[in-house]
């Protein structure tokens, strides 16, 4: 979301739409069953910094229709939502756009291509949400900086969190994991908590080759990228 940009700058309207969309429908109609529906933040499953004791949206209509109230819109309200033309994410967008009609939200839709899509959102500023793919990255820094800090590149609205920007800094600063991962959990409560990013599913890859091909299962590297380098094929 872009907590700038109205109707999105209302906490609570950003919380009726997370409330509203059920991952589990995208996971069944797109995936197939074959992606994971996301229990925590923007760290997924697998990364040291994990937690899925943090408490975020989750599917519940009531819950939309209630915060729905609390700003005012009991009926509903009107917005334009952004994506790219991937296969994946139209018919995805498309789902998310039925479910919220469900609670009296009319959600329009705009497809550009993907370096467009990106720039109008994050840097134009034109669109209150944007539904997009989210690459893993194993330093959790790296999101926390770009995402979460009030001048990071991919923070759409830029709004002064100073509370915010001094734990990014604390927690690129400290040493020991179990300590940097409170600092990750205390960031993910007002992320989460505020509806800044709402992830809906982390991605699973997967991979098959003949016998012949070795190594196959350190194909993913620790970086969640293809290590194509440590896979052979045995010629014997």
Same mark, same amino acid.
């Given at each position: 979301?872009?907590?700038?940009?109205?109707?999105m700058d209302?906490?609570?309207?950003?919380?009726?739409?997370?409330?509203? $969309?059920?991952?589990?429908i995208?996971?069944?109609?797109?995936?197939?069953? @074959?992606?994971?529906?996301?229990?925590?933040?923007?760290?997924?499953?697998?990364?040291?910094?994990?937690?899925?004791? $943090?408490e975020?949206?989750?599917y519940?209509?009531?819950?939309?229709?209630? &915060?729905?109230?609390?700003?005012?819109?009991?009926?509903?309200?009107?917005?334009?939502? =952004?994506?790219?033309?991937?296969?994946?994410?139209?018919p995805?967008?498309?789902?998310?756009?039925?479910?919220?009609?469900?609670?009296?939200?009319?959600?329009?839709? #705009?497809?550009?291509?993907?370096?467009?899509a990106?720039?109008?959102?994050?840097?134009g500023?034109?669109?209150?949400?944007?539904l997009?793919?989210?690459?893993? &990255?194993?330093?959790?820094?790296?999101?926390?900086? =770009?995402?979460?800090?009030?001048d990071?590149? &991919?923070?759409?609205?830029?709004?002064?969190?100073?509370?915010?920007?001094? =734990?990014? #800094?604390?927690?690129?600063?400290?040493?020991d994991?179990?300590?940097?991962? @409170?600092?990750?959990? #205390?960031?993910?409560?007002?992320?989460?908590?505020?509806?800044?990013?709402?992830?809906?599913?982390?991605g699973?890859?997967?991979?098959?080759?003949?016998?012949?091909?070795?190594?196959?299962?350190?194909?993913?590297g620790?970086?969640?990228?293809?290590?194509?380098?440590?896979?052979?094929?045995?010629?014997?």
């Amino acid at each position: 979301f872009d907590l700038a940009k109205p109707p999105m700058d209302d906490v609570n309207l950003r919380l009726a739409v997370a409330h509203a $969309v059920d991952p589990d429908i995208i996971n069944r109609a797109i995936f197939f069953n @074959q992606v994971i529906v996301a229990d925590a933040g923007m760290w997924p499953i697998g990364a040291w910094v994990h937690d899925s004791s $943090v408490e975020r949206p989750h599917y519940d209509p009531d819950k939309a229709l209630e &915060y729905l109230r609390k700003a005012g819109r009991p009926d509903g309200f009107e917005f334009t939502a =952004l994506t790219y033309n991937h296969p994946v994410l139209v018919p995805s967008t498309e789902i998310v756009q039925a479910m919220l009609k469900k609670v009296g939200i009319t959600m329009n839709i #705009e497809v550009l291509a993907n370096g467009p899509a990106t720039e109008r959102f994050f840097h134009g500023r034109e669109y209150p949400m944007y539904l997009t793919g989210w690459s893993r &990255y194993p330093e959790p820094d790296w999101l926390a900086s =770009l995402a979460y800090k009030s001048d990071g590149y &991919y923070n759409a609205g830029n709004l002064e969190r100073p509370e915010i920007d001094r =734990l990014v #800094e604390k927690g690129a600063s400290l040493y020991d994991r179990e300590a940097r991962k @409170q600092v990750y959990n #205390e960031i993910n409560k007002t992320v989460l908590g505020e509806a800044w990013f709402v992830p809906l599913l982390y991605g699973v890859n997967y991979a098959a080759a003949p016998r012949r091909v070795r190594n196959l299962d350190r194909l993913m590297g620790w970086d969640g990228k293809m290590a194509l380098r440590e896979i052979w094929v045995d010629e014997r």
